[in-house]
């Protein structure tokens, strides 16, 4: 079975950073759309970053955009999620999902085939 396991969650002070990371195992994923999704207690998940198969354009919510970034290694078959100047409201589960798409990658989570377990963030100080 497909698998995607996430790493890199944890506490952090605000304006600190993390590195999210999402390995794909029984599966390459070159041909895949990943996608970040979080999910804070009491709120509904909201996608906030996804990097395409094809040329790694990626679109991030604008709640994220400018702080975040998402890069693919194809060779370590791993997405990152690079998060900088983090904020008490970016605390939430951190999902990442595969969608095996052509193009342009979309931040909807129902589109998405694969899901990891999620990772926790925090930040606070």
């Known amino acids: 079975q497909l698998q995607l396991v996430e790493s890199g969650g944890g506490l952090v002070q605000p304006g600190g950073s993390l590195r999210l990371s999402c390995a794909a195992s029984?599966?390459?994923?070159?041909?895949?759309?990943i996608g970040w999704f979080r999910q804070a207690p009491g709120k509904e998940r909201e996608g906030i970053s996804c990097?395409?198969?094809?040329?790694?354009?990626?679109n991030f919510a604008d709640s994220v955009k400018g702080r975040f970034t998402i890069s693919r290694d194809n060779a370590k078959n791993t997405v990152y999620l690079q998060m900088n100047s983090l904020k008490p409201e970016d605390t939430a589960v951190y999902y990442c999902?595969?969608?095996?798409?052509?193009?342009?990658?979309?931040?909807?989570?129902?589109?998405?085939?694969?899901w990891g377990q999620g990772t926790q963030v925090t930040v606070s100080s």
């Open positions: 029984r599966f390459t994923l070159d041909d895949y759309a």
């Open positions: 999902a595969a969608e095996r798409r052509i193009g342009l990658c979309v931040l909807k989570g129902y589109l998405y085939d694969y």
């Open positions: 990097i395409s198969s094809s040329d790694s354009s990626a």
